[in-house]
């Protein structure tokens, strides 16, 4: 997509009429730029322990925390509506959070286990996994924590491990969402290494500290450890966008296949910027303040969810966002279908 300005300049009115390709259904399809499609979306899905356990969660309404037996029916729907890749997030008991978050290196913890299940049941389904230590440290904390300060290097070789975990389980993206310093690098080699070469790396590059993450953190249950503490030393200051350049420069170099800007809407113009200056396959975070806001001002009557959606979706794509990970991914692609 080039931002470049249009090349002519148009005759004046009453000449120009651009309303002229806007009076009917079918001339606005055929002159339409942007297309929203469902292979544009991932799904993102928590999974908590046990069988046939589904809990709602309140400040997310139509998602669910799922235990593995109930995520793989979810995800054959997400395939059978066209959805290329979903996300994991595990809910982790709370007796198996540390101060190191050592639980997130288990090769048999939750979101290993659901990675597996998944490519046994739905082989053809891309499956993202988070590399983070915040659904496993006692402090809510991405990283490890040391008097009082995230320290980057240990917690880097704590994301190594993790992230080869879920790449033995057969995760397809491997998808490190916590921001240190130099992990893609690491975890490129890592995975290089032990023979994971064809593994991806989505790098969450440009991903900032903000305060739209709300609901996520009561769904993975991290809300109540991280109390009022902030992630500012190490997610980025929404004031920054030259800064994101750097990160997503930084990000490419050591070897990310994908980038993600994070969250979405307040943030389109750092897609943009993003998509223009590198040319990657740029990935958006919808992220669940975002998705929540609408829902809930569509409970009380004041918005019409499925069109706000579809056209913040279309607003990502326009922006340049080559994919989308929302909450709405399923419902949105159910719309686009019935839309035809
Ligand atoms: C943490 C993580 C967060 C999200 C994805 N991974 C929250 C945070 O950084 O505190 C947020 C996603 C959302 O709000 O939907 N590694």
Redesign the pocket.
Known sequence: MSLAAPPAVPPPFPRSRLRRLRRTPWIRALVAETALRPADLVQ?FFVVEGTNRREPIPSLPGIERLSIDLLIPEVERCAALGIPMVAL?PCTPPERKTLDGREAWNPDNLLCRAIRALKRAIPDVGVMG?V?L??YTTTGQ?GIVRDGEIVNDETIEALVKQALCQAEAGCDVIAP??MMDGRIGAIRKALDEAGFASTIILA?AA?YA?A??????EA?G?ARA?GKAD?KTY?MDPANVREALREVALDIAEGADLVMV??GLPYLDVIARVKDAFGLPTLA?H???E?AMVKAAAERGWLDAEACLLESLTAFKRAGADAIVS?AALEVAASLHRRG
């Open positions: 993102p997030f988070d983070a915040d659904p991405d969402s916590d969450y991903k903000s739209f993450y709300g609901p996520f953190r993975v991290s991280l992630k997610q994070k969250p975070y992220v669940s303040g998705y909450y």
